[in-house]
C-alpha cells in the first residue's frame, strides 16, 4: 500500500486529489495539509504511529511555510526512511521547481495532469524511480538551469571524477531524461548492464534518484541546455 500526504493550499485540489488516490487499491491517503508548516507537524506525527507517508504531493507557493522550503526540511539530512516528494507545479512558475529538485524532490507534476498521469506519477515515485520522463520536464530543467550560469570549470566536475569514463557517458543519458531501455540502445549494451551502471553512479555521487543525477548532470558541464 502506498501512503500519500497531500499539501496544497486550495481545498478543492486536495479533496480532488484525496478522493481520487483513495478510490485507488494500493494507495491510501495519510494525511492532508494547507501549508508546509502543517505538513511538516503531521508527517512527524504520522513518522510517531508509524504511518509516515511514502509519498508526498507537495505544492509549491503556499502561504506560512512553501513548498521549497518544507521539501529541504523533509528531505535534509537524508534519510532512507525519507518519502519520496513530488512537487505540484503550473507552468508559469519561476526557479522554485530547480531547486525543489536539488532539495531532493524526486520530480513534478503539472496541477492540471490528469487523472491517469497524476496515478501514475505516484506509482512511479513510491517504486524509487524519479519522474523525469515526460519531454515537459525536460524541458523545464533545461529552462532553469540555462537561467543560472554554469561555470566553466564547475565544482561539481570533481565528484564526476569518482566515475568511470562509461558511468560518464552513462550519467550524460541519465540526464537527457533517457530510460535504462533507451540507453542501452543507444550505447549498445544490455539494459541489466546500464542498471547496474546507473545503481553504481547514484552510490559513489550518493544520489537518491535520476532527478538528482539530472541536477548534478547538469551543474558539473556534462550536459548542457539544449544538447
Known sequence: MIRVLLVDDQQMVREGFAALLAAQ??????????????ALRLHAELRGTGEAPDVVLMDVRMPVLDGLEATRALLDPPSDDAPRVIVL??????????DALRAGASGFLLKHATAAELLHAVRVVAAGD????PAVTRRL??????????PEAPAGTVR???????????????????????????????????????????????????AQAVVLAYESGLVRPGS
Not at 487499491?25 to 502543517?38: I, K, L, N, Q, R
Not at 507545479?89 to 530547480?98: A, E, G, I, R, S
Not at 524519479?130 to 520522463?133: R, T
Open 25 to 38: 487499491p494500493d494507495m491510501e491517503v495519510v494525511g492532508t495539509a494547507g501549508d508546509g508548516a502543517a
Open 130 to 133: 524519479a519522474l523525469l520522463a
Open 141 to 150: 530543467i533545461a529552462d532553469f538551469v540555462a537561467a543560472r550560469a554554469v
Open 89 to 98: 507545479t503550473t507552468f508559469d512558475l519561476d526557479d522554485y521547481v530547480y
Open 160 to 210: 564526476l571524477d569518482a566515475l568511470t569514463e562509461r558511468e560518464v557517458e552513462v550519467l550524460g543519458h541519465v540526464a537527457r531524461g533517457e530510460s535504462n531501455a533507451e540507453i542501452a540502445a543507444s550505447l549498445y549494451l544490455a539494459e541489466q548492464t546500464v542498471k547496474t551502471h546507473v545503481s553504481r553512479i547514484f552510490t559513489k555521487l550518493g544520489l537518491r534518484d535520476r
